[in-house]
C-alpha cells in the first residue's frame, strides 16, 4: 500500500489518511508497516471503527481498535453513533489534517530566456494572416 501511495502522490503535498474498517475477527491483525509509514509520512492518519456487523454488543465489535493501538496507531475514532460519524470526522479533519497558510498570496514568476535563430512563423493559430511564412535570422 505505502508504494502505491508514493506513486500516487504529488510533491510538496500534504497527506493526510483515513482508513475506515469494522472490528475485525479475531484472526485479523493490522499492516504494521503500513502504520508505521504513515505515522512517518501523513500529517493525520486516522481509522474510523464501525462495530462488526452493525452490533454494538458484540464480543468483537470493536476488536481492532485495541489492536490498533498496541501497533502504535495514533487515532482510531469508535463509530458509536451513526449520526454524529461524519461530522466527528469532518471535525477532526479540519482541527488536525487541513494545512492553514496564512498571509498574503505570493505570486512568483520565472521566465527563461534563451537565444532564438529564427522566426518561423508570425501570427495568431487559426487566424488568416497576410505573411504565412517569414524567415528573419539574427
Not at 510533491?11 to 475485525?24: E, K, M, P, R, V
Not at 496507531?73 to 469532518?90: C, G, L, M, Q, R
Not at 521566465?111 to 494572416?129: C, D, F, L, M, R
Amino acid at each position: 500500500m505505502e508504494e502505491l501511495i508514493q506513486k500516487q502522490r504529488r510533491a510538496n503535498t500534504t497527506l493526510s489518511i483515513a482508513q475506515f474498517t469494522d472490528g475485525w475477527e479475531d484472526q485479523e491483525t493490522i499492516d504494521t508497516s503500513f502504520v508505521d509509514y504513515a505515522k512517518k509520512n501523513a500529517k493525520t492518519f486516522m481509522s474510523i471503527v464501525f462495530p462488526t456487523g452493525g452490533d454494538l454488543k458484540a464480543p468483537n465489535a470493536f476488536g481492532s481498535v485495541a489492536k490498533m493501538t498496541v501497533a502504535g496507531h495514533p487515532n482510531v475514532y469508535k463509530a458509536i453513533d451513526d449520526s454524529k460519524v461524519a461530522e466527528d470526522v469532518v471535525k477532526q479533519f479540519e482541527n488536525t489534517a487541513i494545512d492553514v497558510v496564512k498571509g498574503d498570496p505570493v505570486t512568483t514568476e520565472n521566465i527563461i530566456k534563451q537565444p532564438v535563430n529564427e522566426i518561423i512563423h508570425i501570427g495568431t493559430k487559426g487566424a488568416k494572416s497576410e505573411v504565412t511564412e517569414k524567415k528573419s535570422t539574427f
